[in-house]
T-cell receptor
Framework: GAVVSQHPSWVICKSGTSVKIECRSLDFQATTMFWYRQFPKQSLMLMATSNEGSKATYEQGVEKDKFLINHASLTLSTLTVTSAHPEDSSFYIC????????????????FGDGTRLSIL | AQTVTQSQPEMSVQEAETVTLSCTYDTSENNYYLFWYKQPPSRQMILVIRQEAYKQQNATENRFSVNFQKAAKSFSLKISDSQLGDTAMYFCAFMKHGGGSRLTFGEGTQLTVNP
């Protein structure tokens, strides 16, 4: 149980285009989802926290207009990288918190397998 | 704010031997959780072990165990009988109780198990 599906796993696109990454909780409802960015050999950097039905909370230094997050349902959150440039190339990971929360779950977050984004 | 520090960027161990990864953290919270995550080359995040701060007993999961020293704010991971499949990046993480499942990660330690 507690599977998070992230799609696509790898995307290559031209500079200036927009790219959408989907994060779905397959067998549980997720009121909260997290989006991370990870550079090679570095830690996960939290970009934003999305809550179903409300605006995402972005971390300091993350451009809201560049990284659009939508959490329209209890099972789906999307990250859109707008007008992508080569410096946006990175590994993006989503995770989901199930509605039982951290008190009752052995895992506070269930992670997707990540998306490797390459901007040419 | 919480901080998590892993002072060993890279470590290596011979297959079947034991290795210990270090982690220290700083917090003013009294009720929290600590985790070790493994990220193999596939880059999937895998939870290895979890420790509740209110528990004095150290958590154990098969070959993985922790040494939790609350007063020292130290949370090390011991891997016994290391296997080639243990080669991965290991992240220590902190979560405060009632914090909405928000995790604070350390910088990570790249562990290589040599045959």
């Amino acid at each position: 149980g507690a599977v998070v599906s992230q799609h696509p796993s790898w995307v290559i696109c031209k500079s200036g285009t927009s790219v959408k990454i989907e994060c779905r909780s397959l067998d549980f409802q997720a009121t909260t989802m997290f989006w991370y960015r990870q550079f090679p050999k570095q830690s996960l950097m939290l970009m934003a926290t999305s809550n179903e039905g409300s605006k995402a909370t972005y971390e300091q230094g993350v451009e809201k207009d560049k990284f659009l997050i939508n959490h329209a349902s209890l099972t789906l959150s999307t990250l859109t990288v707008t007008s992508a440039h080569p410096e946006d190339s990175s590994f993006y990971i989503c995770s989901a918190r199930d509605t039982m929360g951290d008190l009752y779950s052995n895992q506070p977050q269930h992670f997707g397998d990540g998306t490797r984004l390459s901007i040419l | 704010a919480q901080t998590v520090t892993q002072s060993q960027p890279e470590m290596s161990v011979q297959e079947a031997e034991t290795v210990t990864l270090s982690c220290t953290y700083d917090t003013s919270e009294n009720n929290y959780y600590l985790f070790w995550y493994k990220q193999p080359p596939s880059r999937q995040m895998i939870l290895v072990i979890r420790q509740e701060a209110y528990k004095q007993q150290n958590a154990t999961e098969n070959r993985f165990s922790v040494n939790f020293q609350k007063a020292a704010k130290s949370f090390s991971l011991k891997i016994s009988d290391s296997q080639l499949g243990d080669t991965a990046m290991y992240f220590c993480a902190f979560m405060k109780h009632g914090g909405g499942s928000r995790l604070t990660f350390g910088e990570g330690t790249q562990l290589t198990v040599n045959p």
